[in-house]
């Protein structure tokens, strides 16, 4: 008996015509391990910008990447992967062909080998030392976690009070210090968090280990605390989103697994 013809509405999963193209994946590719500008995605892709900036455009509107004006040159802007929306949508596309397609849950977080990770800001004020604080706690203390900026400054009153109302983190026995300070210190990741620091930070970093680029922007604009309180929040929500899929990444790389 011949089996009975497919429905006429099937069509491909959104994330298959999205991401099907072999130049969007390779820029998806890219993005998933750092946020960068075009030019630096033009010259890893090896094709002209105009046909980069093209698919980029798509992969915007499919609302796979994002796109945000560095805060350190104007002129330069920084594409980051939604990561979060390319897990549900692959997963989603497998469960189109098959139920027990639909992606697995990463490898428990307790699995995570030992490692070293250092975070960078400017005024190792905000960013670096929530996302430090965060990273520590969410891997048990697996991964030793660090952060430094390049004009160290008191934590923020606001950093300290998000961390501990939210995540119940202390942040207040931190010390803020200079990145040179671990210049010369192995690291299994070195994550920028601020475009000011990625766009100066010094050549030995880039040797030391594999770098990465989070453009997330400086929640402490200048305004009274009581203004810049919501910014603070969503600065630790998109950390901690991004930290998630940091210690997944992680958790693959411990010994039982494949390197």
Known sequence: MKPPPLPLDVSPPEFLRLAG??????????????????????ARAGEPQNLVSYH??????????????????RRDTYYGLNLARVGALLSETGGA???????VAPAPLEEIAPARVLFLCTGNSARSPMAQALTQARSGGAIAAFS???????????????????????LSQHTPRHLEVFAEQPFEWVISL???VREACPDNFANAAPRAHWSIPNP???ARDDETY???KETA??????????????AEKTPAAEQ
């Open 220 to 222: 402490a604009t200048g």
């Open 230 to 232: 919501a910014l603070f």
């Open 237 to 250: 929500a998109a950390l901690s989103a991004r930290i998630d899929f940091l210690l997944a990444k992680l």
């Open 56 to 73: 980029l455009g798509k992969l915007r509107d499919g609302a796979l990447v994002s796109a945000r004006r560095s805060s350190a040159d």
């Open 148 to 170: 430094a900026g390049s004009e160290p400054k008191p934590v923020h009153p606001n950093a300290e009070r998000v961390m501990r109302e939210d995540y119940g983190l202390d």
């Open 97 to 103: 062909l098959h139920p027990g397609l639909r992606l």
């Open 21 to 42: 193209h072999p130049l969007r994946w390779k820029l998806l590719h890219e993005l998933a391990r750092s946020d960068l500008s075009v030019q630096e995605l033009t």
């Open 194 to 196: 601020c475009d000011r």
